[in-house]
């Protein structure tokens, strides 16, 4: 498959990496101008670390209601639906939970400091007492609930970034935000190559990852959750940003990384991240829910789920 | 003194005869007031009740998952830990800020919703092909 006929496009956005291809590089100008438009907008309504943000905002609001826009409202439903449909596995009132384990600014602060922790684990579980009022656009956050959407807002960004292209542009578009793939329209006659990987070491553009296998696809999201890429250190304890919402502490699992396909990346994002939350059940949840799923223990050892591909045989053809 | 018991059979037969009869067209009179109270009350409470079926919130065309909600007058779908996509939704198409009335799927409310799979799986990579572009990997950053 010839990668040189993508327009393709990299840049920083939301503290991660955004990859952007275009199966017609004469798009590609369009297309980044939506995406920055998309990126921006989806950072100024769910920042955690903006102080301005929506967010913030109605956190912020001592447990009255706040007016907020369409797009922060379907972030935060997005949010509250993920939560349950994992039984709040995947939970947005983790938020505080982050903060007190040192993870309070953005990721590079967070990592730069490697002092002991002073504060308590903050359980989740709050989301049952958010409540939002979509058709007057006001949330009301309880008193107290730091909520954080960096599970499923990039996500959201991918796919909403990744529909709003193929519409305008016509042409087929993978949107790939720090690993949540998202992709629209029609796909190359191959499908698009996707890398999946699970290795921590590399920098945020992907050029430098080694990727454990290779595949097409065609339709939908990919996304990858993993105890290796966001850790830090904290008083000689490594953590890492997949927090266990019953203890309020990273979860520890038998994964360290978890890679899901499904229908959008939404659901593949809340999928992984579930995955890596549940353990050893992960695999009969997936196998239920007929989502192929690539998963990797802690000794590297890989669990293929509900289809996910082999590596393919030395030497065969398209 | 004569024992009553030692009165003719005939008499004693008689007798409870005629008491037997008694009891049971007092039970026929009591059986019949309750069955007719019965039908009295089933014809005044049945059409209230089929009234209060009417009016209840799972029978209002939305698809709201909390039944107080779409029981509002305003149409607003005021939802607490709960989204108002339809139940057989993708998550990544929630339109929470699509009126109520747009959101009905009334065949789909009992429905559980869940996590959707790809039309098309994932497939390996020809081993002829260039490097991904690509890669979908635990990032750095984010939140």
């Given at each position: 498959m010839p990668?040189?006929?993508?327009?393709?496009?990299?840049?920083?956005?939301?503290?991660?990496?955004?990859?952007?291809?275009?199966?017609?590089?004469?798009?590609?100008?369009?297309?980044?101008?939506?995406?920055?438009?998309?990126?921006?907008?989806?950072?100024?309504?769910?920042?955690?670390?903006?102080?301005?943000?929506?967010?913030?905002?109605?956190?912020?609001?001592?447990?009255?209601?706040?007016?907020?826009?369409?797009?922060?409202?379907?972030?935060?439903?997005?949010?509250?639906?993920?939560?349950?449909?994992?039984?709040?596995?995947?939970?947005?009132?983790?938020?505080?939970?982050?903060?007190?384990?040192?993870?309070?600014?953005?990721?590079?602060?967070?990592?730069?400091?490697?002092?002991?922790?002073?504060?308590?684990?903050?359980?989740?579980?709050?989301?049952?007492?958010?409540?939002?009022?979509?058709?007057?656009?006001?949330?009301?956050?309880?008193?107290?609930?730091?909520?954080?959407?960096?599970?499923?807002?990039?996500?959201?960004?991918?796919?909403?970034?990744?529909?709003?292209?193929?519409?305008?542009?016509?042409?087929?578009?993978?949107?790939?935000?720090?690993?949540?793939?998202?992709?629209?329209?029609?796909p190359p006659a191959e499908g698009w190559l996707?890398?999946?990987?699970?290795?921590?070491?590399?920098?945020?553009?992907?050029?430098?990852?080694?990727?454990?296998?290779?595949?097409t696809?065609r339709?939908?999201?990919?996304?990858?959750?993993?105890?290796?890429?966001?850790?830090?250190?904290?008083?000689?304890?490594?953590?890492?940003?997949?927090?266990?919402?019953?203890?309020?502490?990273?979860?520890?699992?038998?994964?360290?990384?978890?890679?899901?396909?499904?229908?959008?990346?939404?659901?593949?994002?809340?999928?992984?991240?579930?995955?890596?939350?549940?353990?050893?059940?992960?695999?009969?949840?997936?196998?239920?829910?007929?989502?192929?799923?690539?998963?990797?223990?802690?000794?590297?050892?890989?669990?293929?789920?509900?289809?996910?591909?082999?590596?393919?045989?030395?030497?065969?053809?398209a | 003194?004569?024992?009553?018991?030692?009165?003719?059979?005939?008499?004693?037969?008689?007798?409870?005869?005629?008491?037997?009869?008694?009891?049971?067209?007092?039970?026929?009179?009591?059986?019949?007031?309750?069955?007719?109270?019965?039908?009295?009350?089933?014809?005044?409470?049945?059409?209230?009740?089929?009234?209060?079926?009417?009016?209840?919130?799972?029978?209002?065309?939305?698809?709201?998952?909390?039944?107080?909600?779409?029981?509002?007058?305003?149409?607003?779908?005021?939802?607490?830990?709960?989204?108002?996509?339809?139940?057989?939704?993708?998550?990544?198409?929630?339109?929470?800020?699509?009126?109520?009335?747009?959101?009905?799927?009334?065949?789909?409310?009992?429905?559980?919703?869940?996590?959707?799979?790809?039309?098309?799986?994932?497939a390996?990579a020809p081993?002829t092909a260039?490097?991904?572009?690509?890669?979908?990997?635990?990032?750095?950053?984010?939140?």
């Open positions: 990668a040189t006929c993508y327009g393709t496009h990299t840049s920083e956005a939301l503290g991660t990496f955004a990859t952007l291809l275009v199966k017609d590089p004469t798009a590609l100008e369009d297309a980044r101008g939506l995406l920055d438009a998309e990126l921006a907008a989806i950072d100024a309504a769910c920042s955690r670390f903006r102080p301005e943000s929506e967010l913030r905002r109605a956190c912020a609001a001592g447990g009255r209601p706040v007016a907020v826009s369409p797009l922060f409202a379907e972030a935060l439903s997005v949010a509250l639906t993920a939560a349950r449909l994992t039984d709040g596995d995947v939970d947005p009132t983790c938020g505080q939970a982050l903060a007190n384990l040192g993870y309070d600014l953005d990721f590079g602060s967070a990592r730069r400091d490697t002092g002991v922790l002073t504060h308590p684990p903050v359980p989740g579980g709050r989301w049952r007492e958010i409540e939002l009022d979509a058709g007057r656009g006001e949330v009301t956050v309880p008193d107290g609930v730091l909520v954080d959407l960096g599970a499923t807002a990039k996500a959201l960004a991918a796919d909403r970034a990744a529909a709003k292209i193929a519409a305008s542009t016509g042409c087929g578009v993978l949107v790939n935000l720090g690993g949540d793939i998202s992709v629209a329209g029609g996707v890398g999946v990987a699970d290795d921590a070491n590399f920098d945020t553009t992907t050029a430098s990852v080694a990727a454990g296998q290779v595949v696809i339709d939908g999201g990919l996304a990858t959750s993993s105890v290796l890429g966001r850790a830090w250190q904290r008083g000689g304890v490594w953590l890492h940003h997949i927090i266990d919402p019953r203890t309020g502490e990273p979860a520890r699992s038998c994964w360290r990384t978890a890679t899901v396909a499904a229908a959008t990346c939404v659901d593949a994002n809340v999928a992984s991240t579930a995955a890596i939350v549940r353990g050893e059940q992960t695999v009969g949840w997936l196998r239920g829910l007929r989502l192929p799923a690539r998963l990797v223990r802690r000794d590297g050892s890989v669990v293929r789920v509900a289809g996910w591909p082999g590596v393919a045989p030395r030497g065969s053809g | 003194m004569r024992d009553r018991y030692q009165d003719s059979p005939g008499e004693t037969r008689d007798a409870s005869v005629r008491r037997l009869g008694r009891l049971t067209w007092r039970a026929t009179q009591l059986g019949t007031l309750a069955a007719v109270g019965f039908a009295v009350v089933f014809a005044h409470k049945a059409p209230a009740e089929t009234t209060s079926v009417q009016n209840s919130p799972t029978a209002t065309p939305t698809a709201s998952a909390t039944p107080a909600a779409s029981a509002t007058p305003s149409q607003h779908t005021v939802t607490r830990a709960h989204v108002t996509s339809s139940p057989t939704r993708k998550l990544a198409v929630a339109q929470p800020s699509a009126p109520a009335a747009q959101q009905a799927a009334p065949t789909t409310v009992a429905t559980t919703p869940q996590l959707a799979p790809p039309t098309t799986p994932p390996p081993t260039t490097p991904a572009p690509t890669t979908s990997s635990a990032s750095h950053g984010g939140g």
